[in-house]
């Protein structure tokens, strides 16, 4: 392919990565450009790493799922639990989407062990350029390709150009914000705290992925394969605090042992304290430029769909920028993605994680116990398990997806 069908991907983070992955794979040259350098690269907080079913499936489709699979926990159930008398609620296991999918299971995998391989596999692909230590600061777009700016490792300023550029830069993209594309809709007042412990949650009963409802302090608690293996857990924080007071070690103590007493202290690995937003972007497509990921679409992390629906934008884009880029299909394929994406950021996205908050957090009794009543119901009868974990699973999304023209 000429230069001029080439793709400029701002961030190696995973949806940047995985798009990167699926064009080369298929014959388009690509230069990925990333600020953080190789040694700061892996230095990065945790964050997200439940990957669902649908993922798993992209994953496997670039052969980034076989070097997953040992650094990650197949987690094939998980439990809703009430905190206000320490039961389980319901427990939901994939086995229900066995004949729905080739990975009935969550693989619990950090952003960081995804980015690392992805990264290394990019670095050996003969049709992908990476450039570490490089920053993007802003572009320029005609009819025929785009011309892009970074600071290269020496500080000097240099100019790039290709046939695409897409925006992998995650929330605070620079490509957004210059072409002026609103970022529709609103950000919680509470932050949440993260909490990593080393510490066996499953002698108490816990299983790989926990959603803990309570109307004073909902929180998820998550596992991590190690070594040593940590245990991950979220809680809702006063707005009114502030972030020292509320990542004080005695105060995470504190919370920690209040969710769970235990003898002596918690092993405290990490934490950090982050704001949540719901936000989708205005357009995903204007021209030759694209938003993929978190550069397009924001979300809590309840219920793990940030990384997930983001990666599912790099598949959904990768298939119709080889066919453009091949002439099989006309320029306008792009605005499909925009609109097949968008919505589905909007309805099922959006949608889930607010409705997944409510749930955890819902306050009135009656209305705690009629969800919880539902729950139960759900995750006891096979048809309507099914249907919820198409939902959680996002398999239900793409299927969606597909039928919007
Ligand atoms: C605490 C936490 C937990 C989460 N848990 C989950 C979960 O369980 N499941 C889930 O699905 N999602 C989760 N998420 C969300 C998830 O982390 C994001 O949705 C996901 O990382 C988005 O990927 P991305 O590739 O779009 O962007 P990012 O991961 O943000 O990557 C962007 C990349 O672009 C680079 N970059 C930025 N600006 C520039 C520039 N100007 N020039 C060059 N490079 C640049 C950055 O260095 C970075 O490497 C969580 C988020 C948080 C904060």
């Not at 952003?111 to 003969?126: D, G």
């Not at 809590?300 to 884009?317: E, T």
């Not at 957090?361 to 116990?369: I, K, L």
Request: negative net charge; charged residues 30%; proline residues 5%.
């Amino acid at each position: 392919m000429p230069a001029k069908q080439s793709v400029i991907v701002i961030g190696a983070g995973p949806v940047g990565l995985c798009l990167t992955l699926a064009l080369a794979q298929q014959g388009v040259p690509i230069v990925l450009i990333e600020a953080l350098s190789d040694d700061n690269y892996l230095q990065q907080v945790p964050r997200a790493g439940s990957n669902h079913p649908s993922t798993l499936e992209f994953f496997d489709r670039i052969g980034l799922y076989e070097r997953l699979l040992p650094r990650g926990i197949v987690a094939p159930k998980f439990q809703y639990w009430d905190r206000q008398d320490s039961a389980v609620i319901a427990e939901f296991d994939h086995v229900h989407l066995k004949d729905d999918t080739k990975f009935p299971f969550v693989l619990q995998c950090e952003r960081i062990k995804i980015i690392e391989e992805a990264l290394a596999m990019a670095k050996a692909h003969p049709l992908v350029t990476v450039r570490m230590s490089t920053t993007f600061t802003g572009f320029s777009q005609s009819a025929d390709g785009v011309t892009v700016e970074v600071t290269n490792p020496d500080g000097e300023t240099e100019t790039l150009s290709g046939g695409y550029l897409v925006s992998a830069e995650g929330a605070r993209s620079i490509v957004r914000k210059e072409l002026g594309l609103e970022f529709e809709g609103f950000t919680y007042p509470e932050r949440t705290l993260n909490i990593e412990v080393a510490y066996d949650f499953k002698k108490h009963g816990f299983t790989e992925r926990n959603y803990i409802s309570d109307p004073v302090e909902y929180s998820n608690l998550f596992h991590w394969k190690g070594p040593p293996d940590r245990w991950r857990i979220h809680f809702p924080t006063d707005p009114d605090e502030d972030e020292a007071k509320l990542t004080d070690h005695k105060a995470m103590q504190a919370r920690l042992k209040a969710f769970l007493p235990i003898d002596g202290d918690f092993d405290i690995c990490g934490f950090n304290l982050y704001p949540v937003h719901q936000r989708v972007a205005k357009k995903f497509r204007v021209g030759r430029v694209i938003l993929v990921g978190d550069s397009a679409h924001v979300n809590s992390p309840i219920g793990g769909m940030g990384l997930n629906s983001g990666v599912h934008d790099a598949f959904n884009l990768a298939d119709k920028l080889v066919r453009v880029l091949r002439g099989e299909a006309h320029d306008g394929e792009l605005d499909r993605y925009d609109r097949q994406r968008r919505q589905i950021a909007i309805k099922h996205t959006q949608a889930q994680t607010i409705r997944n908050k409510r749930l955890l957090e819902e306050r009135e009794p009656a209305v705690r116990r009629r969800n919880h009543e539902e729950l139960r119901r759900s995750a006891e009868d096979p048809v309507l398990a099914r249907k919820f974990l198409l939902r959680a699973s996002l398999l239900e999304s793409l299927r969606d997806a597909e039928q919007i023209e």
